[in-house]
């Protein structure tokens, strides 16, 4: 008897069964086009829906000459997963491409280099630009990230350095705050700084609510990331005599480098969207405002940007907008996986 | 005693009948990613026999115990070559799909795992539900399969309470309950007692005798003893340094233990290695 | 001293474990005293949060007093006649729309990444998931305005033609859009990846060994996923749901562009109309007076106190399942 020995992976979908699939949604999809021509169906979205319907109608019939009803089933259950991962994964494809479709038109020089001072609000899309949101969001974010890593990296060392009673507590509590409505974080800096010692909208009060959203995803990554710094080291230099500050300071901290980086960016890239705590901290301007200038005065931001656009009816200016909105987003987060993965290659 | 003689294996001379073969691996050699853990494994199991695999850590035997009812296909990047036949058909060919494999090749697992939300009972018959398999009877099957694993007297008071609250000893009988449940035709048994106690050792090995007259077993173990308690032929597998392992040894238990052909073999009974 | 002291020890009939001092440098205690302070902001923050709203939401929620809770109408700045009773309405519907639709595909998912997917394009598809968590709200919103609405429209028909034997599909006049049913199908897309990811965390600590008994027995993957996987991991799948519950209840700003902000409760959810809680947040705030900005307010602190309910519940079911204890029934 002779023997292959080329190894092989035993599979249990067979060449027939994805015959058979493939035979069978070529036969739902015809029924489903009959079912349109001749009762009062229409719309691209449901003849998806009801030939998807057909076709699993159609396929656990089929299955069901060969196989009991448990591998029918089965089957049919596998179908359906899949189709659950094309339904999640297919969003974010037509997302992006929309963004991108819509959005590339109105891309020139001037949405980078101009803002929309002294702009009228029915002018043609392409006059003006975008300057000073851009200009606001990185001041905005920039500062709520200086405000923002001092308590992420200390509420990641309490976590995981210091063996507290509170420990609990804090973790409860950094969760309920990642789950904080950030129209609520907006409302919270409203009462406690717009109307109170920040004298009205502006820019750095934006950067207050960001903080409070960014925090529990910067404290939480960051306290991911301390855990993976093998504890060894941290005995090694306990064991050279070194207080815990030192050892923190000193070993943990600086082995987590690339880690606290990762969890910032995905800090940063998780509040660069968000609008909503915008309109009642920065408020919008047409002018560029320097980070000086942002303590006291209103600014715009991306975000911002879209929405008041929208309202104006611009659809165009603010299609572009989102499109260097999304492209900074999955920037800093491909720049995070980046250097993550960076990290723990070393 | 049957066993079966195969190629390159000379010194076996027990050639049973086709049909008393119950599960023939011919020519099974298994990776791990690109790692060759087993190669050219040839062994024929009688049946209504106990086969037992020996062999060091690492040799390939419970590699070998997986790719008999194609549990070995789950662990990602596995991949095998060869076939294994169960009543002369290929079960890695595309007349059996590997769920009706599993059901005429039950498994007996290392560590206990009776279903943490069944009851005793629900764990006993989890495999009818498993399989879509109905039962008319089904007091009389939890009987039945309870008794089989010498657990009915012990268990008959408190069916409804959970499986998980046994003992270790209790818990793996539990589980060979529920595998004969379905009835299979082969029982695979990866050290089944290594967890257990001696004395719940003694109480698994008694029923594997009871049980073996109605199915075929083939178990992996690391105790001498235990082989040469329960089987009738047993297999020794053996990898040199980086190299896949293979069969060294196949015959009668008798015969391997008090007068094996192959010195390494005689090294390993007798406790020189492994 | 140490010795004196080890002798008492010693002396003493009893045997206990030693209670262990290891005092701290001054270097350490100021360490952990930075720490522990930076810890707490956390705490610090939550606190105010529920006072500074409650102090700012006073003056609108003691002119309505408990009517706020029970009035469909939002007149703060005419008198009286306001209450959150049509947004919470809304912001409710919306949720369980959003969540009647994504928790069965979000489990898919997780199965389909867990189970059904070869290892090596696990990881792509675990990063394409949290590449929408990463996609902003406004984005979503514009995306579900411009170019999932439109498209709605069949169905939208099809479901008040054919379903309408379901009050909440029969319309009085055929025009669709700007409605419950569209915020929450895109509210669904975006709470999709955070009860995928949670769900995928909770199925994976199921032991292998009892996903391997059931198949060892013959059950196929479906038998496998019904039988043990989804017992397993129920009570993390409802925690979950939960987590996705707390966003979608408190998701602003693609509620806002979609919904038609009318303050009474529609009839149905497919023709424009309703209302969420934190959608009027946004769009009132603006234009609102001195009591208006009190009473959206009032509103921000009623989604405050429901979202970090829903929200510690929930953490508190996930952490539970993903203990080992979670094993037991």
């Known amino acids: 008897m002779t023997v292959a020995l080329r190894p092989r992976r035993p599979r249990s979908l067979r060449p027939s069964d994805a015959l058979r699939s493939v035979g069978v949604f070529g036969a739902a999809i015809v029924v489903t086009l009959l079912a349109f021509l001749f009762t009062p169906l229409d719309g691209g979205l449901g003849f998806v829906v009801i030939a998807f319907a057909v076709f699993l109608a159609l396929e656990y019939a089929m299955v069901r000459q060969t196989m009991d009803r448990k591998h029918a089933i089965d089957h049919l259950v596998s179908t359906l997963v ?57 001041t905005q974010v920039g500062f709520a990230v200086i405000v ?101 300071g000193q070993v943990v901290l600086p082995t987590a480098r690339a880690g606290i980086v990762t969890a910032v960016i995905l800090g940063v890239a998780r509040v660069a969207g968000e609008t909503a705590p915008l309109l009642m901290t920065a408020f919008g301007n047409d002018k560029v405002i320097s980070p000086a200038a942002a303590f006291h005065e209103p600014q715009s931001a991306l975000p911002l940007f879209i929405f008041q656009q929208l309202a104006q009816d611009q659809r165009e200016r603010a299609w572009t907008a989102a499109l260097a909105l999304i492209g900074l987003v999955l920037l800093l987060f491909m720049l995070a996986r980046l250097v993550s993965r960076k990290a723990r290659a070393r | 005693m049957t066993a079966v003689m195969q190629p390159g294996m000379d010194h076996v001379d027990l050639a049973p009948a086709d049909a008393d073969i119950a599960l023939r691996a011919i020519g099974v050699s298994c990776w791990f990613g690109k790692r060759k853990v087993l190669e050219g494994v040839d062994l024929a199991i009688a049946r209504h026999s106990v086969v037992a695999l020996i062999g060091p850590s690492g040799c390939g035997k419970s590699t070998f115990l997986r790719t008999l009812n194609r549990m070995h296909e789950l662990v990602p990047g596995a991949s095998l070559a060869g076939s294994v036949e169960l009543d002369g058909t290929d079960i890695y060919g595309s007349e059996l799909r590997p769920s009706e494999v599993r059901k005429r090749v039950g498994m007996v697992f290392q560590k206990p795992n009776p279903f943490p939300a069944m009851t005793i009972r629900e764990n006993v018959l989890a495999g009818l539900k498993l399989t879509g398999s ?95 308690r329960v089987s009738d032929t047993c297999a020794f597998f053996l990898a040199e340094e980086n190299q896949p392992g293979r069969i060294v040894e196949f ?21 020189r290695f492994g | 001293m140490s ?120 990881g792509t598809f675990i990063t394409m998931v949290d590449l929408l968590a990463a996609i902003p709200s406004l984005i979503f919103g ?14 939208a028909r099809w479901l008040s033609e054919w379903v309408s034997f379901i009050p909440i599909f029969k319309t009085k006049v055929p025009i669709f859009g700007s409605s419950l049913f569209v915020s929450g199908l895109v509210l669904a897309l975006m709470i999709i990846p955070i009860i995928t990811a949670i769900a995928r965390a909770v199925m994976a600590e199921v032991p292998r060994v009892y996903c391997e008994a059931a198949l060892a027995l013959g059950g196929t993957r479906a038998g496998m996923v019904r039988e043990v996987v989804l017992p397993f991991a129920k009570g993390g799948l409802i925690g979950a749901s939960m987590l996705g519950l707390g966003r979608a209840l408190g998701e602003t700003i693609a509620v806002a562009l979609i919904l038609s902000n009318d303050f009474r409760i529609p009839s149905n959810v497919l023709s424009p109309g309703g209302a969420s809680v934190a959608g009027t947040i946004a769009l009132k705030f603006g234009e609102a007076s001195t009591n208006g900005r009190s009473a959206l307010v009032a509103a921000g602190l009623v989604l405050f106190f429901v979202t970090l309910l829903v929200n510690i519940v929930a953490r508190g079911i996930v952490a539970r399942t993903k203990a080992p204890s979670g094993a037991k029934k």
């Open chain 2, 134 to 228: 109905k039962t008319s009877e089904p007091n009389e099957l939890v009987e039945w399969a309870l008794t089989r694993a010498s657990l009915w007297t012990e268990v008959r008071d408190r069916l409804d309470t959970p499986g998980g609250s046994l003992s270790g000893g209790q818990q793996q009988r539990l589980c060979i309950a529920r595998s004969l449940a379905i009835k299979p035709d082969v029982l695979l048994m990866d050290e089944p007692c290594s967890a257990l106690d001696p004395t719940s050792t003694r109480r698994v090995e008694e029923t594997i005798g009871e049980v073996s007259e109605e199915v075929t077993i083939v178990i992996v173990t690391h105790n001498m003893q235990q082989a040469q």
């Open chain 1, 148 to 248: 923002t890593v001092p308590f992420g990296i200390l509420t990641a060392v309490y976590l995981t350095e210091i063996e507290g009673r509170f420990t609990g507590i804090v973790r409860l509590l950094v969760d309920a705050m990642s789950g904080i409505p950030s129209i609520v974080a907006g409302l919270f800096v409203y009462a406690i700084w717009v109307i109170g010692p920040g004298h009205g909208f502006s820019g750095f009060a934006a950067s207050l609510a960001l903080s409070i959203l960014m925090l529990p995803t910067v404290a939480r990554t960051t306290e991911e990331m301390l855990k993976l710094v093998d504890p060894s080291l941290r005995e090694a230099s306990l064991a050279l005599g070194s207080p815990q500050w030192r050892t923190v």
């Open chain 2, 251 to 271: 015959g009668a238990t008798e015969q391997v233990f008090s007068n094996p052909v192959d010195p390494r073999t005689n090294d390993y009974v007798n406790g």
């Open chain 1, 82 to 138: 899949y189709i659950c991962a094309v339904l999640t994964a297919l969003p974010l494809v037509l997302i992006v491409g929309t963004v991108v479709v819509k959005g590339l038109p109105g891309l020139s020089l001037n949405f980078f280099t101009k803002t929309l001072e002294g702009v009228d609000p029915s002018a043609s899309s392409t006059v003006g630009g975008a300057l000073h949101a851009i200009t606001g969001t990185l």
């Open chain 3, 142 to 155: 514009l995306w579900g305005l411009s170019f999932l609405q439109p498209r709605l429209d069949g169905p």
């Open chain 3, 3 to 122: 010795t004196a002291s080890l002798s008492t020890t010693i002396a003493s009939s009893e045997e206990q474990p030693r209670t262990l001092s290891a005092p701290l440098s001054r270097g350490d205690r100021i360490y952990r005293s930075i720490t522990v302070g930076g810890a707490f902001v956390s705490l610090a923050v939550m606190s105010l949060i529920a006072v500074f709203l409650m102090r700012e939401a006073w003056p609108a929620l003691h002119k309505a007093g408990w009517s706020f809770f029970t009035t469909f109408e939002w007149a703060p700045d005419e008198g009286t006649a306001y209450g959150i009773g049509s947004m919470l309405f809304g912001t409710v519907v919306i949720a369980l729309i959003a969540l009647f639709v994504a928790v069965p595909i979000s489990i898919g998912t997780a199965l389909f990444i867990n189970e059904y997917t070869p290892l090596r394009f696990r």
